[in-house]
Every structure is written in structure tokens, then in C-alpha cells.
């Protein structure tokens, strides 16, 4: 519990809390911090007393444990306007927003009345449309609008709650009154952020979170969990439950981190559009184990991409004959396909009649005013002030950027009114508010920023609504304007709802806690087949990086240590199988021997540019998006071993040969951290085992190509290159313990191709894939086009391999070694397109 | 909107058509499974009776679901599940149409006034928006249609003749 702290009056200059001596500007805007005289707001007090003032020291401290964590959370966003179209990552403040708890009850009481109004208003519009015949609203206001989809008309909401997630962003004006900026209701992005800035800061600023009471947010996403539950019209589960989907349009949608730690949190499967079906008028996932029942899909996939039947056609991202499911009521959509009109600025210019006409009351929540061209009367007003307006598309869905009115010059202002008037009804503009501000942490000092605060409600059991008691804050890196956006790199707060009363007499907002027989579930142990394609690259790609670090660390050693006996004749070995591995061109790897020094120096270069698609850093880069696309299903730590996988790729790129023997031994560590990740922390289940058949495959395919480059089977190998296979293939140490000196061919071969125990060793990699393949889950309804079975030829490919290599006679014999490696030259690859074919990509053709 | 109509016009009597319509599509690789959405029969209008005697697909549909969409247009949902090459939709349509007096086109009101009312006519209003995807209203067509309607001109002018 908290100690008590001494409430100071606010007129009272505390110890530490005066603005000037936190350097903290203040001028006629509202603050959420200090008063106008300069003085810390009550409800700051208790956080001041535990965290203390802000100094540089402690807060550069704080920020940095901030940024480390959600680094290595993985935090990120993409950005589209970066032409690297590459994850940036996610900016938090670590000063929160703090607002008192009666405050933030009086915005929720706003918020439930705005989410109940607008679920009346779109239920009329895809329904009756009386609003329309008695003239609360234009029909322009419907028609005109491209977020109107005539297909959803008079669709079913199985569950009765057209919104099951609603989000509205508020900004506090000049006389700190809250006001409605826009609302979101097609698929509000921000929930998963906003739990992720709370997991950060309750431990960066454990005292002061402690000690202010912060209401917690675990119970609504509780409550959202059984809210998308609810709307499921059945329950497909084998445990009862209903099946539920998380709908991404995959890891370039800017918030995916968001969509892949949002279904982990509320266990929901994540899949692409691609990885469901829809076969007689339901919708299934496409999994290892065959059709797999979807009962409720949470799209974060816009409404009008999420069936090319009868949405956009040319839509990659959505279901084809989603709606004709919907329609024949066998899977629930939220939030309801359509919902998305709803954001619509000319219907946030009609909210108080629609608010008087629809529940016979007043807003209790005031709008930023807003006018649309489209009604007579607003359109002239919006005219006469456009040197004031903040001109935005009137429909969501409608392209254009947004223009600011007191920023255009005279002709710029002439040319937009002209297009205003000709087409009027594309246009909605905001009369300007100067948003509160609040104490942004930047360069070594507290400046106040203005800020937009995105809350979320979602739908709860008695067809009322739960808030969550607190959102996602929103820092413009402008001083002048609220419109903030994630594309447009603001910062982020967390919201710090504080001084409610002790936990147990609060009166809660939220539901029963979900009766068992609602929890959503995911699709039980089965992968979207396009799951296991990424595991099982995971795994090849993280064993080709080993392999590769591998190599480079023996060449940078023998650069580096002269000292080190035979250093010299181990680089023309090392060069021949860099080149076979594709890390190096040919040219340099078959430099003679006097050649060789120079040779690598050259190669190490190579092979860590980027530009090269061979290299480590471009191996790297692929294991990382191989990596990013199943997030969801790796141990929740790999999303640090992905954070440093990143920084390990770029100082890769530009280290010179001292730092390179350095970062060569940190990405050895990374990697074997993934590798004890994956055996010590995921379930054996079908991903897991495509996992391991990618690692196991990779690290075979590697091994009889690198026995093929040394030369092994033609003639007795020299000492350097039998030193250097031992050690690649880690059994230089099992070796010495049987034969101290020498050049044994047989014993090393025996360790390389035959030892079942060695862990590097042909037979060990081949055996492993032998026993993961027959626990494979069998290929349903396989047969129909006639053939034979892959998953039979699959077993007897391995078989054959395996049988092959347990030939003694394989390491005296080099006739027959030399033939077993060509065999095993194409076999092996084959073995990997068969996987392919039978699980990845031919599940398409698949009869349900 | 009452549409004037000249007095002693000659009531004619209705056609009644059978009709067939066929639909073939022809594919160079099989295709395993398709869905589709067609639009094969004229809605109900005044003085339009339609009815739909059989629509054949072949090859057999798993799903057939018939359904009006937002416009009164009879829309079939179609699922085939079956491997195919060839795929054909034959419709048999029995349509009944009533002739309609034809209105007095010179007396119709001026086509300003009823310009100023479409947006707050419900009947009108949707078909006076630009379609959400095709492309936005052609200021040259909008040209050549204003040759039609010089001001203070009957909404329905009589075609040029």
C-alpha cells in the first residue's frame, strides 16, 4: 500500500512542485499538469511525492529503461512513408497523463452515451432508414458517402452488437472542457499499444504507480474478450468454446505488432485473409490438420477490403463470400461490416440532433465543432471561416489529407473554396481548439506538447459498455495542431487514471466476468498453414545465419591470431566453403593458397553487405521477417532475440574487423538464446516440429555441401581442411578426446556423416527429421486428384537418406561416400519441396 | 411527382415473354472451387412482372442462395465445390410487361424544380451521388447533356427529332 502523503493545498508552493522549478513554460493554454499560476494540479501531487522532481539524471535514466524495454518487447509500428517500409519503433514518453478518477468517470458517462447513440444511428442506417425519411438527415449524408456498403444492408448481427469495440479521441479545450475529435468504429487500432505503454511504465515507475492507485486495465481487456465471445452464433470448439480469429492484413499493415499482441492477449488465432475459406456459407481456417471452424472474426482489415465477392474486388486481404457467411448468420464479424461509416465527419456535424431525435437527450460529451458541405446552412458557415478551419474529407473512406485553413495563403484558400463548391459534400471542417498540453520529456528537459487522448469502450454483457479506465495518449510534436496520428511520428503517453477509491468498493462498469462457456478460443493445436511455412523458414534461416557466423568467426580468428598454429592454411578451406555457401563469389573462394590472406580480408567484406543476397546480413534480414510473421507463435522472450537480431544486422554492415570478431561472437549468443527458447519454452506441437524440420533440414543440406566443397571424398584431406569441417560442424573437442594428433579420415568422417550421438552429424540430423516427419499430422481428404501420397514418399525419401548414411563402409569407402553425397545432394532439397507442396501451399486445393 | 398524362391515349395490352438466357465460361487450368454472385433476372417495377422459372448451373452447385440485393435486383449466391473446366449458368425468365400510358413530356415541370428536390426526395437522392468506384462525373458529359436542358425547359424533353 501507499504511505500517506501530505495533501498541499494548490495554492501553496509545494517543496518540488512549482513549475519554474521544474523549468516547465506555462501560458494561457490549459495544462494537465499545472495551473494557470504555475502550481502542480492536485491529483499530480502523489505522483510528484514518489517519483520526485524532474531531473535530468533520473528522468534520462527512466527514459532509456523505457526505450530498452519496448525494444526489446519488440514495440513497433511501420511506417508507410518511409521508402524502407521498415518497423520503427514505438515512441513512449515516460512522464504519463494523469487524470483523477470523478474526471475520467464524467468522460466515460460521455463516452457510453456516444457509443449507444452511434450504434442506434447505424443500426437505422442499415435498416430502416428512418432518420432519412423524417429528415434528421440529409440522404447525401449516406449516399454520398463511399463507407455506405449497400452489400451490408439488412445483414445479420449475430449477438445484437453492431460495435463490440469502440474508440473515440478526445482533446481538452481552453476552458478544460473535453471534447470529440473523431470516433472509430471499424476496426480501432490502439488498444494493444496502450496495454503494452502500461506494462512498460508500471515497472519503470513502479513507486510512483504504486503509490497513485492507477486503476488497472487487465479487467477490460477481460471484458473485450467476452464481448467478441458473445457475438459468436456458435461455439465450433472441441473445448466448447467459440473459435476466434484475429483478421490482419499481415506484417506490413502498419500496426501489426499490434494485431500479433492483441490475439496473444486475447487468445485469439491470427491469420491473414488468405488462411480462411469460406465453404458452404461458413467460414473456415485453412490448418495443418485440414477446414477448421471460425465462429467470430475481429477484422482489423478495413470493411471494404474484407470480401472481394462483394466489396472490392481487388482486395488481396479479405475472404471472398465473407458476407454470404455473415449473411447466412454461420460467423459474426465485428465490429459489423459497414460500422466504419460511422466515422464519418459529416455525421459527427449532426451529432446533437441525432442524440436529441434517437435517445431524447443532449450530448453529455460537447464535439469539436464541425460543419459539412454537404448540409446548406453549414456549408456557408464552413465557407466563411475556412481562414480558421481545419479542413478534413467528410467521409473516412475518402482520400485527401487534411488542410489547415490559417496556414494556406490567399490562392491556396481561393483554390480549395473552389473545390468546396464543387463538390461540396467531400468536405467537413473543425473550427480550431488549442489542445491541452502536457510535460513531454525531450532533450533533457520537461516542455509541454499538446495531446489527443484515444479512449476504448467495448460492448459489455447487459448491452451496456465497459471503458477502459485509461487509453492511448497522443503527443503532437507540433505545438499548434491536435491532429496527431501514428504515420505521423507523435509520441505516446499512457493514461493514468489515479485517486480512485481503494480496489472493492469501486463501482465497476464492467460485466460478470465471462461465464467458461464464452471464452473465445483459438483453433486448437493447428497452425494456419501459412504459420508453419514461416516456422520452418524460421528454422532454416536461423540455421543458415549459424552456419554463416560460424564460418566468419573461424576466418576472422586466424586473420586476427597469428599465433595460432596452421592459422595461415586453414583460410584457403575456410574461403572454399565461404563460396559454397553462397557468402562469397566464386572468384575469390578458389584463390590459391598464397592468395589466401588477402582473399579474406576481401571476403569478410563481402560477406556482410547487404548488397549481397548471400550474405549474413541479408540471411539475417530474411530470418527476421520469417521471424516477425509468426511472432505470435515464438516464446514470448524471441521478440528480444529479434530486437538484437536488428541491431546485430546493421553494425554488421558498416563494422570494421576488430568490431566484426566482436559482433560475430554476440549474434553466435543471440542465436543459440533462439535455440533455447524454441527447446525450452514452446509446446511440441505441429509448429514446433516445422520448426525443427527447417533447422535439422538446413543443417543437413549444409553438411553434404560442405563435404562436397572440401574434397573429402576424392582425395585425404591435409590437416587444415579436416581441422576446419571438425570445427564447423563443433567436433574438434569429441575428436581430440579419441585422437590427440593427426589426420584420421575415418574418425572424422565417422564424427561428421555416422555418429548418432554427435549433434552436428549427418545421421543425427536425418534421424531427427525421420522421427518429426511421422508425427506430422496426416493430410485429410488427400487422394482426391489421385497420386500418391507426399506424406508417404516424404517418409520413405528420409528413410532412404537415413538408411544411406548409416552405412558403415561410408567412411572407408569414398566411391560410395562420393555417390551417397550426390544422392543426398538433390534428395535432401527434394525432401523440402515435398514438405511444401504437401503442407503450405497445396492445402489450397484441398476438398473440405 | 405526379407525371401528367395526355387524356385519350389507347390502353394497349401486355406482353408476356418466355425467355433464356445462357452464360458460358471456359478455363485453360481447373478450377477447384468458385464462388460467384449473378445478377440474371429484371427486378419487380410498375408495369414489370418478373418470375424466374429455373436457373441451371452446371457443373451442380454445393450452394444456391437467392436473395433481392439493396436495388429490388433478384441476386443468386453460387458455390460450386466440384473440379472444373467449363462452367455454365442457363436462366429461364417468364416476364410480363404492362404498357404504361406514356406521360406528356412537354408538361412535365421545369427541370430546375425538380433538380432542387432530388436531394430531398428519398426515391431520387441516392442516384444523384457520384457511385463510391467509378470514376467521378464527367464535366464534358455534363456539357453535352446541358444542350438538353435549356433553362426553364420541361424536365423530360421530347428527343430531338
Given at each position: 500500500m501507499a504511505e500517506p502523503v501530505p495533501q498541499l493545498p494548490p495554492e501553496q508552493p509545494s517543496l518540488f512542485s512549482d513549475a519554474g522549478d521544474l523549468g516547465y513554460g506555462t501560458g494561457p493554454i490549459f495544462d494537465e499538469m499545472v495551473t494557470g499560476t504555475g502550481h502542480l494540479r492536485p491529483h499530480w501531487q502523489q505522483f510528484f511525492a514518489a517519483h520526485g522532481p524532474f531531473t535530468p539524471e533520473q528522468m534520462a535514466a527512466k527514459w532509456a529503461a523505457a526505450r530498452q524495454r519496448l525494444f526489446l518487447n519488440g514495440v513497433t509500428f511501420n511506417s508507410y512513408r518511409d521508402p524502407q517500409g521498415t518497423e520503427r519503433p514505438w515512441p513512449l514518453d515516460p512522464v504519463p497523463l494523469l487524470l483523477s478518477a470523478p474526471e475520467w468517470r464524467a468522460i466515460g458517462a460521455g463516452l457510453v452515451q456516444r457509443a449507444t447513440l452511434i450504434e442506434k444511428v447505424l443500426e437505422d442506417f442499415y435498416g430502416p432508414q428512418t432518420l432519412l425519411a423524417d429528415g434528421t438527415i440529409p440522404p447525401g449524408l449516406l449516399y454520398a458517402d463511399p463507407g455506405y456498403l449497400r452489400a451490408c444492408q439488412g445483414l445479420k448481427v449475430p449477438g445484437g452488437r453492431r460495435l463490440v469495440l469502440f474508440a473515440a479521441d478526445l482533446v481538452r479545450d481552453g476552458d478544460g472542457q473535453w471534447r470529440v475529435l473523431t470516433c472509430r468504429t471499424e476496426a480501432p487500432t490502439g488498444v494493444g499499444y496502450a496495454l503494452e505503454n502500461r506494462a512498460v511504465l508500471s515497472q519503470t515507475l513502479a513507486d510512483p504507480f504504486r503509490a497513485c492507485n492507477v486503476e488497472r486495465l487487465s479487467p477490460f481487456f477481460e471484458a473485450l474478450r467476452a464481448a467478441v465471445a458473445r457475438a459468436a452464433p456458435q461455439c465450433s470448439g472441441v473445448d466448447g468454446h467459440p473459435r476466434a480469429v484475429l483478421l490482419t492484413p499481415?506484417?506490413?499493415?502498419?500496426a501489426y505488432f499490434e494485431h500479433a499482441y492483441l490475439a496473444r492477449h486475447l487468445r485469439m488465432t491470427l491469420a491473414e485473409g488468405a488462411d480462411m475459406v469460406v465453404r458452404d456459407q461458413a467460414v473456415y481456417l485453412k490448418t495443418l490438420a485440414g477446414l477448421e471452424r471460425v465462429d467470430v472474426i475481429l477484422h482489423r482489415v478495413d470493411d471494404a477490403f474484407c470480401d472481394p465477392l462483394e466489396l472490392r474486388v481487388d482486395s488481396a486481404l479479405g475472404v471472398p463470400g465473407l458476407l454470404q457467411a455473415v449473411r447466412a448468420g454461420s460467423v459474426a464479424v465485428v465490429n459489423a461490416l459497414g460500422s466504419g461509416m460511422a466515422e464519418s465527419m459529416a455525421l459527427l456535424a449532426h451529432m446533437p440532433a441525432l442524440s436529441r431525435r434517437l435517445l431524447g437527450e443532449e450530448l453529455l460529451l460537447a464535439d469539436v465543432p464541425t460543419f459539412w458541405g454537404g448540409d446548406e446552412g453549414q456549408r456557408a458557415a464552413l465557407l466563411a471561416q475556412l481562414d480558421r478551419m481545419v479542413m478534413r474529407p467528410a467521409f473516412s473512406s475518402l482520400p485527401g489529407h487534411v488542410a489547415n485553413g490559417p496556414d494556406l495563403g490567399e490562392d491556396a484558400r481561393e483554390a480549395l473554396a473552389a473545390r468546396i463548391r464543387a463538390r461540396p459534400q467531400d468536405w467537413a471542417g473543425q473550427l480550431p481548439v488549442a489542445p491541452s498540453t502536457a510535460p513531454l520529456w525531450r532533450d533533457g528537459r520537461v516542455e509541454p506538447r499538446p495531446l489527443v487522448v484515444r479512449a476504448f469502450l467495448c460492448a459489455s454483457g447487459d448491452g451496456g459498455w465497459t471503458v477502459m479506465p485509461g487509453g492511448l495518449v497522443r503527443i503532437s510534436a507540433d505545438a499548434r495542431h491536435a491532429a496527431v496520428s501514428l504515420q505521423e511520428g507523435a509520441g505516446s503517453k499512457d493514461l493514468w487514471v489515479v485517486g480512485a477509491e481503494p480496489l472493492g468498493t469501486v463501482r465497476r462498469l464492467i460485466s460478470a466476468p465471462p461465464d467458461g462457456a464464452r471464452e473465445p478460443s483459438p483453433v486448437p493445436g493447428n497452425l494456419p498453414s501459412r504459420a508453419a511455412d514461416h516456422l520452418f523458414w524460421v528454422g532454416r534461416y536461423a540455421e543458415r545465419a549459424a552456419s554463416a557466423v560460424r564460418l566468419l568467426r573461424g576466418a576472422t580468428l586466424r586473420l586476427s591470431d597469428d599465433s595460432r598454429p596452421a592459422a595461415r592454411e586453414e583460410l584457403s578451406p575456410l574461403l572454399r566453403l565461404m563460396g559454397r555457401a553462397t557468402l562469397i563469389p566464386q572468384e575469390i573462394a578458389q584463390l590459391p593458397d598464397s592468395d589466401a590472406a588477402r582473399g579474406m580480408r576481401q571476403a569478410l567484406e563481402i560477406a556482410v553487405d547487404p548488397a549481397n543476397p548471400g550474405s549474413l546480413v541479408a540471411t539475417t534480414g530474411r530470418l527476421r521477417r520469417a521471424m516477425g510473421s509468426v511472432r505470435d507463435r515464438l516464446p514470448l522472450d524471441s521478440r528480444q532475440v529479434l530486437g538484437r537480431l536488428d541491431v546485430l544486422g546493421a553494425s554488421l554492415a558498416k563494422a570494421d574487423r576488430a568490431a566484426l570478431a566482436v559482433l560475430l561472437g554476440d549474434f553466435s549468443q543471440v542465436l543459440a538464446a533462439q535455440t533455447g527458447l524454441e527447446l525450452d519454452s514452446m509446446p511440441r506441437g505441429a509448429g514446433w516440429r516445422f520448426l525443427v524440420l527447417g533447422r535439422r533440414l538446413e543443417r543437413a543440406i549444409d553438411a553434404v555441401e560442405r563435404l562436397q566443397a572440401s574434397g573429402i571424398a576424392h582425395e585425404r584431406p591435409d590437416a587444415a581442411t579436416q581441422e576446419v569441417l571438425l570445427e564447423l560442424a563443433e567436433a574438434g573437442p569429441a575428436y581430440r578426446e579419441r585422437f590427440p594428433v593427426g589426420v584420421q579420415r575415418e574418425a572424422a568422417l565417422s564424427l561428421l556423416l555416422t555418429d548418432p550421438e554427435h549433434p552436428h552429424s549427418l545421421l543425427f540430423q536425418l534421424e531427427t527429421i525421420r522421427r518429426q516427419v511421422s508425427r506430422l499430422p496426416s493430410l485429410p481428404a488427400f487422394g482426391a486428384a489421385g497420386g500418391a501420397d507426399p506424406l508417404v514418399r516424404l517418409g520413405d525419401l528420409v528413410a532412404q537418406a537415413s538408411y544411406r548414411v548409416q552405412d558403415l563402409a561410408l567412411t572407408r569407402d569414398m566411391g560410395l561416400l562420393s555417390a551417397t553425397l550426390f544422392q543426398l545432394g538433390w534428395a535432401l532439397p527434394d525432401v523440402s519441396n515435398l514438405l511444401s507442396q504437401a503442407y503450405f501451399s497445396h492445402v489450397h486445393a484441398r476438398a473440405a | 411527382m405526379s407525371t401528367p398524362v395526355p387524356p385519350d391515349q389507347p390502353r394497349l395490352p401486355p406482353v408476356r415473354y418466355r425467355c433464356r438466357h445462357i452464360t458460358r465460361y471456359s478455363y485453360t487450368v481447373q478450377v477447384v472451387s468458385s464462388q460467384l454472385i449473378a445478377h440474371l433476372g429484371p427486378r419487380e417495377l410498375p408495369g414489370q412482372r418478373a418470375r424466374v422459372l429455373a436457373v441451371t448451373v452446371e457443373p451442380p452447385p454445393a450452394v444456391v442462395a437467392e436473395r433481392l440485393d439493396w436495388l429490388g435486383n433478384p441476386t443468386s449466391y453460387v458455390a460450386i465445390d466440384t473440379p472444373h473446366l467449363d462452367l455454365s449458368m442457363t436462366v429461364e425468365l417468364d416476364v410480363t410487361l404492362t404498357p404504361r400510358p406514356a406521360p406528356d413530356l412537354a408538361a412535365t415541370p421545369a427541370w430546375e424544380e425538380i433538380a432542387a428536390q432530388a436531394p430531398r426526395h428519398l426515391a431520387v437522392a441516392e442516384f444523384i451521388e457520384a457511385s463510391p468506384r467509378l470514376p467521378q462525373p464527367s464535366p464534358a458529359l455534363a456539357a453535352f447533356a446541358a444542350g438538353s436542358f435549356p433553362p426553364g425547359g420541361p424536365s423530360a424533353p421530347a428527343p430531338a427529332t
Open positions: 499481415g506484417p506490413f499493415n502498419e | -
